[in-house]
Structures are given as structure tokens and as C-alpha cells.
């Protein structure tokens, strides 16, 4: 139990396009989707927190108007990257908890920009 | 602010050799501590956890103790395998579980050769 999916795995795309990640909780109804970038050989920085039916609290320094969040439900959030540069290459890993409990992490998104 | 401090990498140990990933925090209150594990590739795995001051998590002959009074939680492993290669990250939340925001470490590549 606990699955969280991505999709998809991997993505390449054209500079100035947009580009959209979804993160499914596969068995459980998330309250709370994150999402993380991580940049190679680095941690994971937390980008913004969703919750359903809610606007996504993003992080100090993360532009919410080129990284769309949507938690339209308790299964599904999205992160659209909006015209894309090479810059936003990056692997984008979400997570989803159903509280205080546990947060379980998808496999991850790798996006190339071109 | 809570952080979370590990020691640097990258580790590289022969197989059936002796593992210690050094891990501190600093938070406020009372936080629960995790230690994931993410394969090339892939997303993060929860390796273990504790939720209170003396606690030991473990898991796949993994072992951390929550120490307050060193403000520690350091991973080991008596006697690693080839498939324990992996990049370890050390991670606290402010509640008992990992529901809500993550703090990570650094993270700590583990290579071990046959």
C-alpha cells in the first residue's frame, strides 16, 4: 500500500514550452501533496506544499506563476512548468501524506530542457 | 530554524564492512527523525524512524538511535551489501510523523564494492 505514481518518468521538451508533471496517490486519499526539486548530487528543496482544494503554499524564492501547482483532488496533483528554460532542468520528485503520519515519495520526473 | 547536518561523501566500502553515516540536528520541541534511502534513479525510500528520545528505527540491518542530548541520529550497518549503494538522506519533521514538511540533509552517497 501507500504507491505514489509520477508521470511522466521522463520528459524533454523545447525551450519556452510548458511542460506538466502529474503525482497520483495511488491507494490512499493524499490531504497533502509536496514537491521537491533536486539538482544532482544534492538534497532535495522543498519547492511548495498543496493541499486539496486549496491555493499550494510555495517556498521563499520558487516563482508561483512558472510553477503551477494544482490539487484538484485527493489523488491528484500537478506541476506545470511554464515556458521552460534549460535552467528548470532539473529531477522533480513529489510525495503525498494523509496527515501527520507519513509523507510516502513518488519516483521522480526527470525534465530536460533543450 | 530546524536543519539537519550529515556527513559529507561520498563513502565508498568494501562489502561485509562496517557503516556509520553520521547525522545532527538542530529543531525546536520535539521532532521525529527519518533516514531515506533513494536508489539511482529513483525517488526516496523510508528507511527507518523515531518519533521520541531513545528511540531506535530500524530496518534491512539498519540501525539509528534518537539521541536528544546529542542532538544525533547517526545510521549503521554492521555489514553492507553491494545492493546498499545508494545516496542516504537524514531528514526531520516537527510532528511525530512525516506528514507534514521535511527538513533534509545533505544526503551521503554510499558505494560499496564486491
Known amino acids: 500500500g501507500a504507491v505514489v505514481s509520477q508521470h511522466p518518468s521522463r520528459v524533454i521538451c523545447k525551450s519556452g514550452t510548458s511542460v506538466k508533471i502529474e503525482c497520483r496517490s495511488l491507494?490512499?486519499?493524499?490531504?497533502?501533496m509536496f514537491w521537491y526539486r533536486q539538482f544532482p548530487k544534492q538534497s532535495l528543496m522543498l519547492m511548495a506544499t498543496?493541499?486539496?482544494?486549496?491555493?499550494?503554499?510555495?517556498e521563499q524564492g520558487v516563482e508561483k506563476d512558472k510553477f503551477l501547482i494544482n490539487h484538484a483532488s485527493l489523488t491528484l496533483s500537478t506541476l506545470t512548468v511554464t515556458s521552460a528554460h534549460p535552467e528548470d532542468s532539473s529531477f522533480y520528485i513529489c510525495s503525498a501524506s494523509t496527515g501527520v503520519h507519513e509523507q510516502y515519495f513518488g519516483p521522480g520526473t526527470r525534465l530536460t530542457v533543450t | 530554524g530546524n536543519s539537519v547536518t550529515q556527513m559529507e561523501g561520498p563513502v565508498t566500502l568494501s562489502e561485509e564492512a562496517f557503516l556509520t553515516i553520521n547525522c545532527t540536528y538542530t529543531a525546536t520541541g520535539y521532532p521525529s527523525l527519518f533516514w531515506y534511502v533513494q536508489y539511482p534513479g529513483e525517488g526516496l525510500q523510508l528507511l527507518l524512524k523515531a518519533t521520541k528520545a531513545d528511540d531506535k528505527g530500524s530496518n534491512k540491518g539498519f540501525e539509528a538511535t534518537y539521541r536528544k542530548e546529542t542532538t544525533s541520529f547517526h545510521l549503521e550497518k554492521g555489514s553492507v551489501q553491494v545492493s546498499d549503494s545508494a545516496v542516504y538522506f537524514c531528514?526531520?519533521?516537527?510532528?511525530?510523523?512525516?506528514?507534514?514538511?521535511?527538513?533534509f540533509g545533505e544526503g551521503t552517497q554510499l558505494t560499496v564494492n564486491p
Open positions: 498543496s493541499n486539496e482544494g486549496s491555493k499550494a503554499t510555495y
Open positions: 531528514a526531520l519533521s516537527p510532528s511525530s510523523g512525516s506528514g507534514s514538511r521535511l527538513t
Open positions: 491507494d490512499f486519499q493524499a490531504t497533502t
